[in-house]
């Protein structure tokens, strides 16, 4: 039981390149996130969905963009990579017992992402 | 704006030695209080829900209780495989619907053997 997969563990990037981060889920949650993880700042939503073929804006969606073309996967995009977007990045996922803020989280390993 | 503080934000203990982290919080319509524990280099994982004031949950060395204004972790008799960063996070629902889960910046917490 893999649970919640990213994609890749670690990268950099030079500013202004672009790139995308992978989340696979396998256990069939309806819900998933992208979180950013910063030194001193608590996790803080970018993007989720609700199902296959939403997204909305989470607490940063700046300079972010999503998309959930299956329910297993759930992909982050950055078009422009700046400084400021140096961070770790995690995916979660869960069911959709309550609201979007409500579940308990699955979350991935992490993905580190450096921006030069 | 709804605010969630972790404290310390790093707790040395021996082996053994028992003590408590704080989660206090200040939000309008809290619906229920979260916490993970967060290995290095590792994703957070689920410990703990709790609802409403005065629940109290437990998992081996750990109780987690909630008042209307903090939640606090009790770790007994900690051991080294303990060592790991305590998340909270709260979810709260405005007047309006939107629903937003806060997460603290955590505790590290380091068992000394």
Request: charged share 20%; net charge positive; with cysteine.
């Amino acid at each position: 039981n893999a649970g919640v997969t990213q994609t890749p563990k670690f990268r950099v990037l030079k500013t202004g390149q672009s790139m995308t981060l992978l989340c696979a889920q396998d256990m069939n949650h309806e819900y998933m996130y992208w979180y950013r993880q910063d030194p001193g700042m608590g996790l803080r939503l970018i993007h989720y969905s609700v199902g296959e073929g939403t997204t909305a804006k989470g607490e940063v969606p700046d300079g972010y963009n999503v998309s959930r073309l299956k329910k297993q996967n759930f992909l982050l995009g950055l078009e422009s990579a700046a400084p400021s977007q140096t961070s770790v990045y995690f995916c979660a996922s869960s069911y959709r017992d309550r609201g979007p803020g409500a579940n308990v989280l699955t979350f991935g390993a992490g993905s580190r992402l450096t921006v030069l | 704006e709804d605010q969630v503080t972790q404290s310390p934000e790093a707790l040395r203990l021996q082996e053994g030695e028992s003590s408590s982290l704080n989660c206090s919080y200040t939000v309008s319509g809290l619906r229920g209080l979260f916490w993970y524990r967060q290995d290095p280099g590792k994703g957070p994982e689920f410990l703990f829900t709790l609802y409403s004031a005065g629940e109290e949950k437990e998992k081996e060395r750990l109780k987690a209780t909630l008042t209307k204004k903090e939640s606090f972790l009790h770790i007994t008799a900690p051991k080294p495989e303990d060592s790991a960063t305590y998340l909270c996070a709260v979810h709260v629902r405005s007047n309006f619907g939107n629903e937003k889960l806060t997460f603290g910046t955590g505790t590290r917490l380091t068992i000394i053997p």
